[in-house]
């Protein structure tokens, strides 16, 4: 019933820009807080950024804070993170998640099933 679908992710260069997006559907009131995680081939899942349901607070991991901006528009149940100033180590699956606020990946009950972003050189 749960489900969230990424998009908008695709082959960039350094400097350039990306909008992701993600659509819910289904999700219990008890998910409060959506997130953005990212995995690179042969590392773990990193926290990329979290947004209260409200969207009253934000938090940023380091490596993007200034550079990446989530939001969300709960009318329209879709939740974004624009991405900026792109790097190659940004090069990653993107994935949404909703639970939790919180910068744990295991805080957060349904995830999407990811979006690729590469950054080329």
């Known amino acids: 019933q749960v489900q969230l679908v990424e998009s908008g992710g695709g082959l960039v260069q350094t400097g350039d820009s990306l909008r992701l997006s993600c659509t819910a559907s289904?999700?219990?009131?008890?998910?409060?807080?959506m997130g953005w995680f990212r995995q690179a081939p042969g590392k773990e899942r990193e926290f990329v950024a979290t947004?209260?349901?409200?969207?009253?607070?934000?938090f940023y991991a380091g490596s993007v804070k200034g550079r990446f901006t989530i939001s969300r528009d709960n009318a329209k149940n879709i939740l974004y993170l624009q991405m900026n100033r792109l790097k190659p180590e940004d090069t990653a699956v993107y994935y949404c998640?909703?639970?939790?606020?919180?910068?744990?990946?295991?805080?957060?009950?349904?995830w999407g099933q990811g979006t690729q972003v590469t950054v080329s050189s």
């Open positions: 998640a909703a639970g939790v606020y919180s910068v744990v990946p295991t805080s957060y009950n349904y």
């Open positions: 289904g999700l219990p009131s008890r998910s409060n807080a």
């Open positions: 947004i209260t349901w409200s969207g009253d607070s934000t």
